[in-house]
């Protein structure tokens, strides 16, 4: 890999994480004024028309086709943006400040908990290191949960519908990024592209049918307007440029190396929370570190393991079989 192809993919990675990061606090103050279900609904909807334009504009009409793939898209589209979006900002928005923290550490909890599903898809258990890790993460999601008083189980302090909502959220992306390998030869851009249009497709049919029941509240104009600044953050940085430059730094460093940046998702969320004035408990701050640890050993023990593996292979074809040294002789 060349230094000039490392340094754009590290920078592409950094940004798309910063902007994630970012995204839970400036969402938390726009919470304040919108219902999260319209919240995220609105923010798509838009997003998605962005990125309609791109695909046509870099790939053309026939980009749009969905080739008999339909239905994986819907539900690829459905789990994405929405399960993920619905649970992640209706948590956070009931959990309070502390659901800033939590929903950003759950962000970086990703990828251990993909190791869990595809261990329950494919039966295929994973290295015990990945195990280890994995146990390790899970116990720093459970000191930011509890902010080290395990008591707070037992007390009324603690909402599990709303940690289960943004657990159940994370489970939504993580199969959605585990699906997209289901669309070989598409580009990253009309995945997103058409996943998008109807997950949020669904989204806007769900909030529809809620408000129509008075379930929940349509968002006055004067209500959105005032949240521009935080709308415009999140539909322009955190949804389009962070997605758009996260898929390019993976395409350059691939997904193995790229996946250690989303330890800046909480690392940007602990400074702006500090900075607005949230105490942050030392708790909060070991079960990040503890996340963060495990993600790095796995990631580095994975990239160990994978180029172990490549040697092996590399030797193996440089090696003659004995049927072709039969057959030159």
């Not at 943004?166 to 598409?186: D, E, H, L, M, N």
């Not at 949020?200 to 049919?205: E, P, Y």
Request: glycine content about 8%; some cysteine.
């Amino acid at each position: 890999m060349s230094a000039s192809r490392l340094w754009k993919g590290a920078l592409c990675c950094f940004i798309a994480a910063v902007a994630w990061g970012a995204m839970f606090p400036v969402a938390e103050s726009a919470l304040h004024h919108l219902d999260p279900f319209w919240f995220s609904t609105i923010r798509y909807v838009i997003v998605s028309a962005l990125l309609i334009f791109l695909l046509l504009w870099k790939e053309g009409r026939q980009a749009f086709r969905a080739e008999g793939r339909f239905f994986m898209l819907w539900m690829s589209g459905t789990f994405a943006f929405t399960v993920y979006n619905f649970g992640i900002f209706w948590g956070q928005k009931e959990l309070g400040k502390s659901g800033v923290l939590l929903a950003s550490i759950m962000e970086s909890f990703m990828p251990m908990l993909a190791v869990l599903i595809i261990w329950a898809v494919t039966r295929k258990r994973p290295r015990m290191i990945t195990l280890g890790c994995v146990i390790a993460a899970f116990i720093g999601v459970l000191f930011v949960v509890t902010k080290g008083d395990l008591g707070m189980f037992s007390s009324g302090e603690f909402k599990p519908v709303p940690l289960l909502a943004i657990f159940i959220a994370v489970v939504g992306w993580v199969i959605y990024t585990i699906s997209s390998g289901q669309f070989k030869g598409w580009s990253a851009l009309r995945i997103s592209t058409l996943t998008c249009v109807y997950g949020s497709a669904t989204s806007l049919i769900v909030v529809l049918v809620l408000s129509a029941f008075d379930q929940i509240q349509a968002p006055a104009i004067s209500e959105l307007t005032g949240v521009w600044p935080e709308m415009s953050f999140m539909i322009f940085i955190a949804g389009l440029l962070a997605l758009l430059c996260w898929l390019k730094g993976i395409e350059l460093l691939s997904p193995v190396n790229g996946m250690l940046f989303i330890n800046f998702v909480p690392a940007t969320t602990f400074i702006i929370s500090i900075i607005q004035g949230y105490q942050v408990s030392a708790a909060e701050i070991l079960g990040t570190v503890i996340i963060t640890c495990a993600l790095i050993v796995d990631n580095v023990a994975s990239r160990r393991a994978h180029n172990s593996q490549a040697k092996i292979n590399g030797k193996r074809s440089k090696t003659p079989s004995r049927s072709s040294v039969a057959q030159q002789t």
